[in-house]
Nanobody
Framework: QVQLVESGGGLVQAGGSLKLSCAPSATVVSIKPMAWYRQAPGKQRELVARITSGGTTNYADTVKGRFTISRDNANNTLYLQMNSLKFEDTAVYYC????????WGQGTQVTVSS
């Protein structure tokens, strides 16, 4: 089973930036469609951004223009660059295969202070 390890979260002021990383235990980033999800307190997990194996990206309307999903195939790492962060971006962020088929990792907490 693929293990997912997310990192890079933290506390940031509104308007700031963070870059999240995801390191799967198996070589999947270059061959599987991958995604970033987030779950805010009291809310359901939602898809934030996804990238296909061909490199096509899609974003939730709430983050479009501010977040960028990318990957480093050589290092089997998925990234999420988050700019112009807003209070409502506060959540635990997770990576997974696009349909959430792998076991969920611990996630990384992103807290945006207003």
């Amino acid at each position: 089973q693929v293990q997912l390890v997310e990192s890079g979260g933290g506390l940031v002021q509104a308007g700031g930036s963070l870059k999240l990383s995801c390191a799967p235990s198996a070589t999947v980033v270059s061959i599987k469609p991958m995604a970033w999800y987030r779950q805010a307190p009291g809310k359901q997990r939602e898809l934030v951004a996804r990238i296909t194996s061909g490199g096509t990206t899609n974003y939730a309307d709430t983050v479009k223009g501010r977040f960028t999903i990318s990957r480093d195939n050589a290092n089997n790492t998925l990234y999420l660059q988050m700019n112009s962060l807003k209070f409502e971006d506060t959540a635990v962020y997770y990576c997974n295969e696009i349909y959430g088929r792998y076991s969920w990792g611990q996630g990384t907490q992103v807290t945006v202070s207003s």
